[in-house]
């Protein structure tokens, strides 16, 4: 079974500053890893993924995750936050679940917070 | 805009009614997903069909229950409406070919159901 624990549920940076939301995740299997990003009244849009290639991962508007197989974990990063960035954001696992199916298991989000 | 569309945008109803909602996945995509986010449950997967198949079941109700057309667009059916069922659904498709794994889901904008 795999399961995804995003360690903050609200975090709140300066406009500008640093970008850091923190995944830690759980799986039997080798697993491929995403982040989503959420904002308000709309849907999930992906940011980026991780499928074994490398494993800095460069997304979509600066974005960048690194898998640390030792530590378990898929951290979101950016090195400088802009107000547009202020929404919710996802970690992902999918993982093998059984007659040719993959399934996406869900962190519970980490809502962002940009302060001009 | 991911390509996956879903209606209703929002469906307002009263306890003990049925609904149906409906997605298209994005042109060529064999996989639908359904989800269900609320405030307290988070993002769920409901369940999954794949090519008018149904693939994997996740937390979904007996009183749920959803198909996929030839056509390959998807229906979900929500019977017996209670109070907590209020939440947005979405819908997102996949390819879902031999590398599985790493297809990421292209999410639709939701529905918001809101039962009275």
């Known amino acids: 079974a795999q399961s995804v624990t995003q360690l903050d549920s609200h975090v709140s940076v300066s406009e500008g500053t640093p970008v850091l939301l923190r995944c830690n995740y759980s799986?039997?299997?080798?697993?491929?890893l995403f982040w989503y990003v959420q904002h308000p009244n709309k849907g999930l849009q992906l940011l980026l993924k991780?499928?074994?290639?490398?494993?800095l991962v460069k997304g979509i508007n600066g974005f960048e995750a690194e898998f640390k197989k030792s530590e378990t974990s898929f951290h979101l990063t950016k090195p400088s936050a802009h107000m547009s960035d202020a929404a919710e954001y996802f970690c992902?696992?999918?993982?093998?679940?059984?007659?040719?199916?993959?399934?996406?298991?869900f962190g519970k989000g980490t809502k962002l917070s940009v302060i001009p | 805009d991911s390509g996956v569309t879903q209606t209703p945008k929002h469906l307002i109803t009263a306890t003990g009614q049925r609904v149906t909602l409906r997605c298209s996945p994005r042109?060529?995509?064999?996989?639908v997903y359904w989800y269900q986010q609320s405030l307290d449950q988070g993002l769920q997967f409901l369940i999954q069909y794949y090519n008018g198949e149904e693939r994997a079941k996740g937390n979904i109700l007996e009183r749920f229950s959803a198909q996929q057309f030839p056509d390959l667009h998807s229906e979900l059916n929500l019977s017996s409406l209670e109070l907590g069922d209020s939440a947005l659904y979405f819908c997102?498709?996949?390819?879902?070919?031999?590398?599985?794994?790493?297809?990421?889901?292209?999410f639709g904008p939701g529905t918001r159901l809101t039962v009275l």
């Open positions: 991780y499928t074994s290639a490398a494993t």
């Open positions: 799986s039997s299997y080798s697993p491929s």
């Open positions: 992902v696992v999918s993982a093998y679940s059984g007659a040719g199916s993959y399934q996406l298991t």
């Open positions: 042109s060529g995509d064999l996989s």
């Open positions: 997102a498709s996949s390819p879902q070919g031999v590398a599985g794994l790493y297809n990421e889901q292209f």
